[in-house]
């Protein structure tokens, strides 16, 4: 039996899990130093749970939970906000990835309603609901656009779908620069399969074929520095990029992953928990009023 389980049987009706316990549940991914850990929460005036292996926490009001699986658990937005205070931003922007994405349970502005002024942590809660995007797959997805937009690139498009010069679907890649033509991919371990490695074959020599740079990154990669100190130069007004330097900047930071900016190590994002959300759209959010 789970240590989960186990103090689910003896929480009393003013408890619920909370923080980093209560996004494990709704399946988010958390850094490995954070697993294992149970968060419990009461709500009121009633005595803190205080059992080996379990940390308390006090909530005056206002709480929003919610039954997952028979169990009580505090609703994704709260949850997200709870993390704040435990995990850095880049893995805060992991975990709001996942909960706004395809199949997730909430919203980029429904996470950032919980973002209330005097509140402890919001400065890290704001940094990090500035940075969360609609379109990751997986944490290392999350890892690898934040550590190419930290090291200067233009942020890429997520999930970019792929077509012809005839409008026939191509592919639909992790993340990428359209109007260069270039695909960065994030290669998980399921990419080793003969199926999986076959499919990627084909897909990026029909992306090649129509002028597309496929780049791959994987976890090896993770662990290296970035390899290149370049930066994309941004385009001046009424000026388009010039693709080749770019390309050959992207190429060599897509081989080292530049992780300078955001200081990600691959520990950070890997867990057991699963995060493959299916496909979904991208799109840029604007900041709320009051929440920048």
Same mark, same amino acid.
């Given at each position: 039996?789970?240590?989960?389980?186990?103090?689910?049987?003896?929480? +009393?009706?003013?408890?619920? =899990?909370?923080?980093?316990? &209560?996004?494990?549940?709704?399946? &988010?991914?958390?850094?490995?130093?954070?697993?294992?850990?149970?968060?419990?929460?009461?709500?009121?005036?009633?005595?803190?749970?205080? @059992?080996?292996?379990?940390?308390?926490?006090?909530?005056?009001?206002?709480?929003?939970?919610?039954?997952?699986?028979?169990?009580?658990?505090?609703?994704?937005?709260?949850?997200?906000?709870?993390?704040?205070?435990?995990?850095?931003?880049?893995?805060?922007?992991?975990?709001?990835? =996942?909960?706004?994405?395809?199949?997730?349970?909430?919203?980029?502005?429904?996470?950032?309603?919980?973002?209330?002024?005097?509140?402890? =942590?919001?400065?890290?809660?704001?940094?990090?609901?500035?940075?969360?995007?609609?379109?990751?797959?997986?944490?290392?997805?999350?890892?690898?656009?934040?550590?190419?937009?930290?090291?200067?690139?233009?942020?890429?498009?997520?999930?970019?779908?792929?077509?012809?010069?005839?409008?026939?679907?191509?592919?639909?890649? /992790?993340?990428?620069?359209?109007?260069? +033509?270039?695909?960065?991919?994030?290669?998980?371990?399921?990419? +080793?399969? +003969?199926?999986?490695?076959?499919?990627?074959?084909?897909?990026?020599?029909?992306?090649?074929?129509?002028?597309?740079?496929?780049?791959?990154?994987?976890?090896?990669? &993770?662990?290296?520095?970035?390899?290149?100190?370049?930066?994309?130069?941004?385009?001046?007004?009424?000026?388009?990029?010039?693709?080749? @330097?770019?390309?050959?900047?992207?190429?060599?930071?897509?081989?080292?992953?530049?992780?300078?900016?955001?200081?990600?190590?691959?520990? &950070? =994002?890997?867990?057991?928990?699963?995060? /493959?959300?299916?496909?979904?759209?991208?799109?840029?959010?604007?900041?709320?009023?009051?929440?920048?």
């Amino acid at each position: 039996m789970s240590l989960v389980t186990a103090v689910a049987l003896v929480m +009393r009706h003013d408890q619920y =899990f909370s923080h980093t316990t &209560a996004v494990e549940r709704w399946g &988010a991914p958390l850094p490995r130093a954070h697993e294992g850990a149970v968060h419990v929460t009461t709500v009121g005036a009633g005595p803190l749970m205080r @059992r080996p292996g379990v940390v308390g926490h006090r909530r005056r009001a206002g709480a929003v939970v919610v039954a997952l699986d028979d169990v009580r658990v505090s609703g994704p937005e709260r949850a997200w906000r709870d993390c704040a205070g435990l995990l850095t931003v880049q893995q805060l922007v992991a975990v709001g990835d =996942f909960l706004v994405g395809h199949r997730g349970p909430t919203t980029v502005d429904a996470l950032a309603a919980t973002i209330l002024p005097g509140e402890r =942590f919001v400065a890290v809660a704001r940094a990090a609901i500035e940075l969360i995007r609609v379109g990751a797959e997986s944490a290392m997805e999350t890892w690898l656009r934040l550590a190419v937009v930290g090291a200067g690139f233009p942020e890429p498009e997520l999930q970019v779908e792929v077509f012809d010069g005839a409008g026939r679907f191509l592919a639909r890649v /992790d993340m990428g620069w359209p109007n260069l +033509r270039i695909a960065l991919e994030y290669d998980g371990d399921h990419h +080793r399969e +003969r199926a999986t490695y076959e499919h990627d074959q084909r897909r990026d020599n029909s992306m090649v074929v129509n002028g597309w740079l496929v780049l791959h990154a994987n976890r090896a990669d &993770a662990g290296r520095r970035c390899c290149s100190s370049g930066s994309v130069r941004r385009s001046s007004r009424g000026r388009r990029w010039t693709p080749a @330097r770019e390309v050959v900047e992207i190429a060599q930071h897509a081989a080292g992953v530049p992780a300078r900016s955001h200081e990600l190590p691959p520990s &950070a =994002f890997l867990s057991g928990n699963s995060c /493959d959300l299916g496909g979904a759209g991208h799109r840029r959010r604007q900041a709320p009023a009051g929440a920048a």
